[in-house]
């Protein structure tokens, strides 16, 4: 890395004089090109910064070494973007996503203070054993791995949108149905919805210095740095951090992520080595790799299963990982819990089972809420009714919690596949319809992308 060779500090005039002269000086070039991003002397703005040092590169008056090793800093920032996809792959210009405001990262210090909870959230047992023929107190885990709590969440949120003192016994006044549950599906347990209302009355309402973000949000190929600028100072970003506190699945973080659905269009590139090269990769339910492992990867730490793929996976047996590769299992369905965790535990000895506790889930309704608000007053809806999240949108929020980044292969975003999954399937289930919001929630991973919240690396 090159050292910082300009005395003093930039001010408005110099950035501008040098942004909007595509770099010609011999001498403006030097400066740019001899930046140290990480030195506390340099003031100017980390994504001016590496604007400006691009520009420098494209110009191509300085040796090529000298540029490779003053812009290191933003080419990191790039090339681990979507596991290093090239720009070939990924429906966004990497270089406008780095020259934008970078997704925040947590203090080590925010990270020990949240993990000082866990004995105070340890012994928060609320009572939510309402599932008929249950019994039990299973409400207070939140990532549990084996009896351990494992991921700290500060007092959240319930799914009304109200503050709570770290209860989440407000998801057991919702409406429910009765459902055949568990490994014989003979037993009837009360489902409870995650949400029972329809989205406020929000009118389209683009403000003043928004354009770019309003046609990066119909456009992905549109998101350019400007965009990126006006999403980083939405209201509704801070919501979002503040829900999602960082935690730790024991002790656990992750530099970079993966969330890998079963969307048809993964077939159009192989984007399988690049999946691989993350830290963590999730998976959705039961899905086999097979054939398609060039173009989804190998690689599986987590899979996230809903009820009907848990019965598949820990009754009948079904999981492609089976025994001997150990990943985690993370469930989030509400009913028969107790009887799922055992069947889980008995047939996968080697696998830890976690479940998302009612608590946590009564945030992630929170953020969705507030991000299909943010969507609707940007012209997008009316979006559908919704009873419960689906699979991804669980285990994306999720991941927003323990990872640095987040990259986001085979999830609907800007338009829906020929084929819904590259599996075989067509369309989505009836029911599957009936409890789930698809195209609210694909409005939301656009946000949380023009956010730098999550990047989204196929459509």
């Given at each position: ?62 040796a ?27 429906p ?24 000082e ?13 309402e ?5 039990e ?15 700290v ?28 549950v ?14 029972d ?12 210095g ?44 992750y ?9 048809g269009?993964?077939t ?32 599986v730490t987590m ?35 107790r ?27 929170a ?12 012209g997008?809806?009316?979006?559908g009714g ?18 640095d980044?987040?990259?986001?292969y ?16 067509n ?11 698809w ?9 949380l ?11």
């Amino acid at each position: 890395m090159a050292s910082f060779s300009y005395f003093g500090k930039w001010d408005a005039s110099d950035a501008k004089r040098v942004y909007g002269s595509t770099v010609h000086s011999s001498r403006n070039l030097t400066k740019v090109l001899s930046w140290d991003l990480r030195s506390p002397a340099n003031s100017i703005p980390r994504r001016v910064a590496c604007s400006l040092q691009t520009r420098a590169m494209a110009s191509g008056r300085l040796a090529l070494v000298v540029a490779v090793l003053s812009c290191a800093s933003c080419a990191a920032r790039a090339s681990s973007v979507c596991g290093g996809a090239p720009q070939t792959m990924v429906p966004f210009d990497l270089e406008a996503h780095a020259s934008g405001p970078p997704r925040p990262t947590w203090k080590q210090a925010e990270r020990r203070a949240l993990q000082e909870l866990a004995s105070w959230n340890a012994t928060d047992t609320e009572d939510e054993g309402e599932d008929e023929g249950d019994g039990e107190d299973e409400g207070w885990w939140e990532w549990e791995d084996r009896g351990r709590h494992d991921l700290v969440m500060e007092p959240g949120y319930l799914g009304n949108g109200s503050e709570v003192a770290g209860t989440g016994r407000a998801l057991l006044r919702m409406p429910y149905e009765k459902k055949r549950v568990g490994c014989a599906r003979k037993r009837l347990a009360r489902v409870y919805y995650e949400n029972d209302s329809g989205d406020p009355a929000v009118k389209k309402n683009v403000l003043d210095g928004e354009a770019k973000l309003a046609a990066c949000l119909e456009d992905l190929q549109k998101c350019d740095q400007e965009a990126y600028g006006q999403a980083s100072s939405l209201g509704v970003r801070k919501k979002v951090r503040e829900l999602f506190k960082p935690g730790s699945v024991s002790g656990r973080h992750y530099k970079t992520c993966a969330i890998v659905g079963n969307a048809g269009h993964m077939t159009k590139q192989k984007f399988g080595k690049y999946i691989d090269n993350h830290d963590l990769v999730l998976r959705f339910n039961t899905q086999a790799l097979g054939k398609y492992k060039a173009n989804v990867g190998s690689k599986v730490t987590m899979r996230i299963l809903n009820n009907f793929n848990t019965i598949m996976a820990c009754c009948r047996g079904r999981l492609p990982e089976g025994k001997r590769r150990k990943i985690d299992m993370v469930l989030w369905f509400p009913a028969a819990r107790r009887e799922m965790r055992r069947a889980c535990e008995k047939k996968f000895p080697n696998h830890k089972v976690h479940f998302l506790s009612r608590r946590f889930i009564g945030k992630e309704v929170a953020v969705m809420k507030e991000l299909r608000k943010e969507g609707l007053r940007f012209g997008f809806g009316p979006f559908g009714g919704w009873k419960q999240l689906t699979s991804g949108a669980h285990g994306l929020m999720m991941l927003l919690t323990i990872c640095d980044q987040v990259s986001v292969y085979g999830i609907t975003t800007y338009r829906q596949s020929k084929n819904d999954q590259y599996g075989g399937r067509n369309k989505k289930t009836l029911n599957g319809n009936r409890w789930h919001d698809w195209k609210g929630e694909s409005v939301v991973w656009r946000l949380l992308h023009a956010m730098k919240e999550i990047n989204i690396c196929s459509v």
